[in-house]
Nanobody, 117 residues
């Protein structure tokens, strides 16, 4: 089972940028759906961005044009580049994997906190 470890969170002023990383324990990121989710205090967890096995991507409307999901298969790592950050982007960000032939994102990291002030 793949293990995921996020890093790169922190505190930043509005308008700033951060890059989150999600290191996977195996080389399946190119065959899985890989995604970033976020959860703000008192709110439900929402998806932010997905990268599919073929390399296509999709984004939530709230982040489209500001965030970019990518992957480096040589490093078994998925990234989330976040630009033009807003206070409403403040949340715990989670990386998740949905292996092929499954219906859910069954593997999750522990999360990394992003705070925008």
């Amino acid at each position: 089972h793949v293990q995921l470890v996020e890093s790169g969170g922190g505190s930043v002023e509005a308008g700033g940028s951060l890059r989150l990383s999600c290191a996977a324990s195996d080389n399946t990121i190119s065959s899985n759906w890989m995604a970033w989710f976020r959860q703000a205090p008192g709110k439900e967890r929402d998806w932010v961005a997905v990268i599919f096995p073929g390399g296509t991507t999709t984004y939530a409307a709230s982040v489209k044009g500001r965030f970019t999901i990518s992957r480096d298969t040589a490093k078994n790592t998925v990234y989330l580049q976040m630009n033009s950050l807003k206070p409403e982007d403040t949340a715990m960000y989670y990386c998740a994997a949905r292996p092929k032939n499954t219906r859910d994102f069954g593997y999750w990291g522990q999360g990394t906190q992003v705070t925008v002030s």
